[in-house]
T-cell receptor, first 112, second 111 residues
Framework: RKEVEQDPGPFNVPEGATVAFNCTYSNSASQSFFWYRQDCRKEPKLLMSVYSSGNEDGRFTAQLNRASQYISLLIRDSKLSDSATYLCVVNPNAGNNRKLIWGLGTSLAVNP | DVKVTQSSRYLVKRTGEKVFLECVQDMDHENMFWYRQDPGLGLRLIYFSYDVKMKEKGDIPEGYSVSREKKERFSLILESASTNQTSMYLC??????????FGPGTRLTVT
């Protein structure tokens, strides 16, 4: 089992739709989680950090389910500009570990 | 805002050349990272550093070396470039165990 797994998609949705992505992780000791977005041929940019059960920022909501070892990202009222690849990222344990484990990403296309 | 800069956006080198990629961050972060990203393979960690003059191998260090002489600067060196090192190279920095911030990337082509 991969350390971080995501459905690669692509997810094709119309403008205004609600779309959700899931990400599963294998290390139950993982402490912190992140969602990044990456536009084509650009660097990843932090979208949200998830340190407890969840986080909300405008149209974006991230939720953490420790029992089932997954995190989700919900995007409401999708915009054309939301088209990107969304990367799920996990810090596998606490302490001094500085490395992050990156998923391969989920591709989203929002269509007019 | 955190700013991470990389020395070149695009680079074309010949097989066997020595290649230097430089990364500078302005947020006094102690951790710096070098990744490469290839289609279908995602981000793969080459090396990282958690302090000046300290370095640790990532998942794919073969063919690469790094240098960190100053806190704000982290260099990636390809001692003898090969065609399989054609890739997008991304530098990142972080503080503690928190989120990483990326530079714009260097797209390296080795011919």
């Amino acid at each position: 089992r991969k350390e971080v797994e995501q459905d690669p998609g692509p997810f094709n949705v119309p403008e205004g739709a609600t779309v959700a992505f899931n990400c599963t992780y294998s290390n139950s000791a993982s402490q912190s989680f992140f969602w990044y977005r990456q536009d084509c041929r650009k660097e990843p940019k932090l979208l949200m950090s998830v340190y407890s059960s969840g986080n909300e920022d405008g149209r974006f909501t991230a939720q953490l389910n420790r029992a089932s070892q997954y995190i989700s990202l919900l995007i409401r009222d999708s915009k054309l500009s939301d088209s990107a690849t969304y990367l799920c990222v996990v810090n596998p344990n606490a302490g001094n570990n500085r490395k992050l484990i990156w998923g391969l990403g989920t591709s989203l296309a929002v269509n007019p | 805002d955190v700013k991470v800069t990389q020395s070149s956006r695009y680079l074309v080198k010949r097989t066997g050349e020595k290649v230097f990629l430089e990364c500078v961050q302005d947020m006094d972060h102690e951790n710096m990272f070098w990744y490469r990203q290839d289609p279908g393979l995602g981000l793969r960690l080459i090396y990282f550093s958690y302090d000046v003059k300290m370095k640790e191998k990532g998942d794919i260090p073969e063919g690469y070396s790094v240098s960190r002489e100053k806190k704000e600067r982290f260099s990636l060196i390809l001692e003898s470039a090969s065609t399989n090192q054609t890739s997008m190279y991304l530098c990142a920095s972080s503080s503690g165990v928190h989120e990483q911030y990326f530079g714009p990337g260097t797209r390296l082509t080795v011919t």
